[in-house]
Every structure is written in C-alpha cells, then in structure tokens.
C-alpha cells in the first residue's frame, strides 16, 4: 500500500491539534517537515507517492518529535512492567467512599485570595441557579473524585487508568516516566502523570478546563495555574486513601488538603451512568432549579 505525506491531508484542524500536543515550537518544525516532505519525495523518486520505507523514516520523525518527555527505558520503573505491577501495592478494583464511618466528611472550604473571594462572593449573591451538573456536565477534577458514585482502578505497564461511574469519565495517569506536555490541552480532568514514593501513588495533574470548580461549588473558581497532587496510599487491603492538595498561586491564599477515604468492594462492577436517562432536574425561566417527581 502507498500512502500520501500532504500536509493538506492533515487539514487545518488537525495542523493545529499536532502543534497543541506536542508543543507549538516543535509543531511548526513538524508541519513544516510534513510540508516539505512530498516535495522532497517527488525530486527523488518523480512521483507525490512515498514509498514503505520512506513512511518508515517519517515514522521516526514523528517519534522523535512527538514523545520528547518519555522516559528512555519505561520498563525499569515502578509499573513498567506486568511483573513490576505484580509487587506494588494492590490498589485494582472498585472502591467507594465511606459514608458515615469517618471517611467522608464536610470539607472545610479553600482559603481564596481577595479576587476569587470576591467572585464566590458575587456568585452567591445571584438566585439560585441550576448546576451543569444537573444538566449532565461532569464536574471535573477534584471533584470527580468526589461522587457518591464508585471508581475502578485498573494497572497496566506503563499507566494507571481511573474509572469513575459518574458521568462514566476516565483518567488515565501515566507513570512511564513522561513529563507534562508543554502545552497541555484544558480539560475537565486534567494532564495527569504519577510516580511511586515507596508504597504511596504520587499523581500529578495540570490544564484544567475553565469550566470546573476548584470545589463542589460552582462559585469556587480555579485560574490556569491551578495543580493538583493526589497521593494514593493502601492503609490496609480493604482501605485506600487519596490526598489531594491543590496549589493555585492566583486563586488560593493556601493550598487546600482534603483526604477521602475508600473501601474496596471486590464482588462489584461498575454500573452504567447515563445521565440524560431519566432526568429530572429542571430550570424555570427565571433559571431556579427544581425537579420534576411527577413524570
């Protein structure tokens, strides 16, 4: 099979989603190789087509560019391998807050800089308005951490994967030895790369989307600065914690600690969340939430 290198095939949106991924600077050396690339091909071989082994050497380019923050041999750290996962704390499996037997609790609310304090403020002087949660908006992190829904923690060489039952939202941590992406894209649930500290989970995520909450109140806002370091430590094999402590130079006066605690529940699955289905929730035309029990 031949296969055509055009950088118009990439289109404009995907030019702009390679330069968001792998760095701007790095991007337009890319595209600009991808550019050039046909034009080199047609001198040496009189044809737009590239040869199996001229896609092999792009493929190489691509790597080179595309993966600069990996680490050289991912195997030899902690989870690189099936066996590596085999001796680290077993923390697989489903696990639910513990309600009502000390570990959840009222979180005590995050100390906001004079600007953000302000913003809280203003919010809550509005009427009341419906949260997008209600309208099946997922709330991001660290609140999704959060739900009175159960998570699934799965291992595979090189990542750690989350699943969280509420709005079915998936994290995947990469302990492959990789940085943060220069320019990450924002979303809802973050970049997020983990390490072992002995027996202890460090998570590091970064580029949230500005759309989540620092806190369960849509209020408490975060800035572009925000950071989260979750630590995911195995008190006992039917207990996990996960202390999360949140920096925001431009929004928190402090960082802000929370610890949720977890119990394993080996005999269940994770159910499926759809939230649209049977919706009750509702907003009147003034934009004060209700809920509809008669339908």
């Known amino acids: 099979m031949r296969y055509r290198a055009d950088n118009r095939s990439l289109g404009r949106r995907g030019r702009a989603r390679v330069k968001r991924r ?7 050396l890319l595209v600009h190789f991808l550019y050039n690339f046909e034009v080199d091909c047609h001198h040496h071989f009189h044809t737009g087509w590239v040869t199996k082994q001229a896609l092999g050497a792009l493929g190489l380019v691509l790597i080179a560019f595309a993966a600069p923050g990996l680490a050289a041999d991912a195997s030899k750290l902690p989870g690189g391998t099936w066996d590596s996962i085999a001796k680290l704390p077993d923390m697989s499996g489903v696990w639910e807050m513990t309600f009502g037997r000390g570990g959840f609790a009222p979180p005590q609310m995050p100390s906001l800089t004079p600007k953000y304090a302000a913003m809280l403020k203003e ?5 009341p308005q419906e949260s997008p949660m209600a309208n099946c908006v997922p709330p991001g992190m660290p609140g999704i951490m959060g739900q009175p829904y159960p998570v699934e923690i799965l291992f595979t060489p090189g990542m750690v994967t989350v699943i969280a039952e ?14 943060h992406p220069d320019d990450p894209d924002l979303t809802y649930n973050g970049n997020s790369i983990g390490h072992w500290d002995g027996n202890t989970l460090v998570v590091d995520s970064v580029g949230f989307s500005a759309d989540t909450p620092l ?16 630590r995911f430590h195995l008190k006992d094999p039917k207990t996990l914690e996960i202390t999360t402590t949140i920096d925001d130079s431009e929004a928190l006066a402090k960082p802000y600690a929370r610890t949720i605690t977890y119990a394993r529940h080996p005999d269940w699955t994770l159910a499926e969340y759809i939230c649209q289905q049977n919706n009750r929730n509702f907003a009147d035309p003034t934009g004060k939430a209700g809920i509809n029990l008669k339908r």
């Open 215 to 230: 806190a369960m109140n849509m209020g408490t806002r975060h800035s572009d600065k925000m950071h989260i370091v979750e």
């Open 166 to 179: 509420a709005f079915m939202q998936v994290r995947h941590i990469y302990t492959d030895g990789r940085g």
């Open 123 to 127: 919010f809550q002087s509005l009427p």
């Open 22 to 28: 792998i760095g701007r600077g790095r991007g337009v």
